[in-house]
């Protein structure tokens, strides 16, 4: 299930260019109540960020349910149909 959530974030952060991964990572921080640092520890090298040791465990769960939900939007919004146009004949 975690490599699936992983894999869904991964995806939903590589479909962006470098200008939109930014607000990517904003929206999951938003969604999640964390800091964009505190994204980027969790779906990156967690090594890199001195407070790892102490918050990891706490943020990632929070992440990873932000990541979870907005991959679901993201899939709904690809299956919606889209709205039926009425055609008139002349």
């Known amino acids: 299930?975690?490599?699936?959530i992983?894999?869904?974030g991964?995806?939903?952060l590589s479909t962006t260019v470098i200008a939109g991964e930014r607000?990517?990572?904003?929206?999951?921080?938003?969604?999640a109540?964390?800091?964009?640092?505190?994204?980027?520890m969790v779906l990156g090298s967690r090594t890199q960020f001195a407070q790892?040791?102490?918050s990891y465990d706490r943020k990632e769960a929070r992440v990873m349910a932000a990541v979870?939900?907005?991959a679901a939007e993201q899939r709904a919004e690809r299956e919606r149909p889209a709205?039926?146009?009425a055609v008139r004949s002349k």
Do not use: H, W
């Not at 607000?23 to 969604?31: F, H, T, Y």
């Not at 109540?33 to 980027?40: E, K, Q, T």
């Open 1 to 4: 299930m975690k490599s699936m």
């Open 6 to 8: 992983l894999f869904f």
């Open 10 to 12: 991964l995806a939903l």
């Open 23 to 31: 607000e990517q990572l904003q929206q999951i921080a938003d969604r």
């Open 33 to 40: 109540g964390v800091s964009i640092n505190d994204v980027r």
């Open 52 to 54: 790892y040791r102490s």
């Open 68 to 70: 979870a939900e907005l």
């Open 83 to 85: 709205p039926a146009v």
